[in-house]
């Protein structure tokens, strides 16, 4: 549980008012990379020794799983009985990102579920929005979603994530002030903190392209591509909250999320616990090829199955690429076949036909005349 003790040097930090983006921890030297109001929440985890931290950690991450398979139903307009709900989070916690967050200690589940309860919720909802900014709050990606609750016109929900996401820099600032103006202005930028982004655990974008290259730093290689392809992801899933009002939001965030995946620096495998969700979709739409097919990608765990030691993750050949990126292959697929569904959706959609006024009537000229 490498990231849990990172979680706690960052509570450590904000009680003994140490530098929060100076200190390192564990035999690979991880450093802190959420903001300060992140740290602030971890103050509880240096309340209790390390030993029992983590058993708490792996009891609360169960049952978060078991919360998520709970939201992805409802995503998927269903309800889950408690012995689908517990068949459901046993068979999930065989779905590599979600071993890997429990073996990690890391908090992954915590920021899918605020995401899906929030936006799940009704609209109308009292304070919807305010779980979501707190989680964009903690660990930045989620702020998509609010880019994507303004683009489905719900500005009064996007105001109140705005809000919320700002009120959590706010705190930040107030119980570490230094460590806020550091983060904001320096660290933010440092993607290079967050780990390499050329080795196989890194499963965006970013990852895949620097891998193909053979290259640490792809560049514009990569920048270009990324901003394309969320400009597409968002616009893919405006559509599909648009055109499948009837199936409530599930492709709409379904596409925030895969397309938040894509485009970050880092998705570390661990991140992708979206799949969750993705399956209860898939599989309540009645694709069971296609939900079986993902599962067995999200098991197969072929990233580890390749040599990476050291830099070999450079010089994979050309056979092993698409083993090394299975995660990023899929969204891009997701995202695809999304595009392609749009297209012939526009293609079916009834040409609206020009009224000719029909020739009026005895009757009605001297209707209209008399009027």
Known sequence: MADLLVYRAEGEAVVHGGDLYGFTVTEWRLPATYPPFAAVLFVPTTWIPVPALKMAFLAGNALLLAWLVALSARLAGRTAPLPLLCTATALALWLEPVFQTLLFGQINLAIACLVLWDLTRPPGAR??????GIAAGVKLTPAIFIAYLFLTARRKEASVATASFAGTAVLGALFLPAATVDFWTRRLFETGRVGKAWIVDNQSLQGLIARVAGTEAPGLAWA??????AATGLWLATRAHR??????????????????????????SHHWVW?????AVLLTEARTALALTTAALFTARTMWLLPHEGDRDLHLPWWQQ????????????LLAVAAVAVRRHSRTLPVPQPSVPSAPSARSSSASMIR
């Open 127 to 132: 304070a919807k929005g305010l779980a979501l």
């Open 224 to 229: 270009l591509p990324a901003t394309a392809l």
């Open 243 to 268: 055109e499948h009002r009837t199936h409530g939001d599930r492709w709409g965030i379904l596409l925030t999320a895969f397309t938040a995946l894509l485009v970050s620096p880092i998705s570390w």
């Open 275 to 279: 799949c969750v969700p993705l399956l």
């Open 322 to 333: 698409a083993f090394a990126a299975p995660y990023p292959l899929l969204g891009l697929a």
